[in-house]
C-alpha cells in the first residue's frame, strides 16, 4: 500500500498505540476516583497535557483536551463570541477547513456579519485586506495557519501582531501545521489554537483546544471535568496517546521537515520531469514540507482516484469532504482555478511512514495512469 493521504489522517504510530495500551487494559480508572487507579489516570492525563503545551510553548493549564479539532474550533469561537455579544462581525478566509466555514455560515444564519479573506493565485492571504477587514464590531479573527489541501501557510506572525495591534481575539486553526513546522506560541501569541491527535498519528477522537490564559472562556460542555472547561469522562487512552504523539512530534520535528521537504521536492520534479501539463498549485508560496497538491491537465482526478486505487496508492482529490460530493474544491476555486483545472487536481501528502522507495515507486505508477487517462481522452 502507498498511503499519500496523511492530511486526511495518520496512521497510529507503534509507539503511540503501546503508551495507550495500559490504559485501555488493566488501568482503566476513571481520573475523578479516589483511589489509585483513578490517580493513575489523573496522572496520566497530567504528563499529556505537558507534552502538548511543550509541543506549543505554552503551560500546561492553557490546554483543554476535546474531542476532535471541530470541537476545539467550535469552543474558540463559542469563546470569543459570548465575551463580546455586542460585536457582531467575524473574520476568516475563503480557504478555510469545513469545520471553521460551515460554523461561519451557521453565524451568518445567526445574523453575525462574516469576511471572508480571498487569497491569490498561489493561496496566500493579503494582510492589507486583513487588516482593512476589521471594524469596531470585529469579535474574533480565525485563520488556517497551514492549509490540507495545499499546504500554503499563512503569515501567522504578521497576523498575530495585527490581531494584537488591534486588540481582536485571533483563533488559529494549527492541525495541519502542528508536527511539520514549529509552532512557538511565546514568539506568536495568539487567544485560541486548535489541534487534532489523528492528524499527528493519535487516534481519532482526540484533540486540544489551547486558551491563551489571558483570554476569556466559554465551555460547550458544562460540568467538572478539565477544571470545569469540558465535561465528559476524560478519554484517558485516547488522551494519552496524543501526549505520547505530541512529545513524538516535538523529537522529530527538524529531522522530518528535512527529510519530508527532500521526498516531496523530489516527488514534484520528477513528476514534471516524466510528464507533460503538470502543475504546483501554491509553487511559489511558503508550504508545508508534506503536501504536494498537482494539477494534471486534461485527466478528470476522480477517474485518476479510481485507477491509483486499483494500484493501492491512495491519495485524494480536494480534501476528504469534497472527495466523495464530487464538488470541486472551494480552496482551489479560491484560487483562481477553473473548475476543470479544480477536476483535474490531485493532492498527495507524505509522512512518517513514507519511504524513498514509495516516492518512487509512486512516480511511475502516476505518471502510467495520467498517461493512460490522457491516451483515453
Ligand atoms: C482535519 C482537519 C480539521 C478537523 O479535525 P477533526 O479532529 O477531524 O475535527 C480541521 N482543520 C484542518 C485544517 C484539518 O486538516
Known sequence: MLYFDYNATTPIDPAVREAMRPFLDQEFGNPSSFYRLGRRATETLTEARESVAQLLHATPREIIFTSCATESITTAFLSALEAAPEKRHLITSTVEHS????????????????????????????????????????????????????GVIFPVEKIAAIAAEKNIPLHLDAVQAVGKIPIDLQSIPVSYLSLSGHKIYAPKGVGSLYVNRHVSYTPLLR???????????????SITGFGHAAMMAKEKLSSEQQRLTTLRDYFEKMLMRSLQGVHLNGEKASRLPNTSSLTFDKIEATAALFLLDEKKLFCSAGSACNTQSRTPSHVLSAMGCTLEEARSTLRFSFGRF????????????????????????
Open 223 to 237: 460540568g467538572s471535568q478539565e477544571g470545569t472547561r469540558r465535561a465528559g469522562t476524560e478519554n484517558v487512552a
Open 354 to 377: 513514507t519511504t524513498e522507495i514509495e516516492i518512487k515507486e509512486s512516480i511511475k505508477i502516476i505518471s502510467s495512469v495520467v498517461q493512460k487517462l490522457r491516451s483515453l481522452a
Open 99 to 150: 469545520a471553521t466555514l460551515e460554523l461561519c455560515q451557521y453565524y451568518e444564519s445567526c445574523g453575525y456579519e462574516v469576511t471572508y479573506l480571498p487569497v491569490d493565485r498561489e493561496g496566500n492571504l493579503s494582510l492589507e485586506q486583513l487588516e482593512n477587514s476589521i471594524t469596531p464590531s470585529t469579535a474574533l479573527i480565525s485563520l488556517l495557519w497551514a492549509n490540507n489541501e495545499t
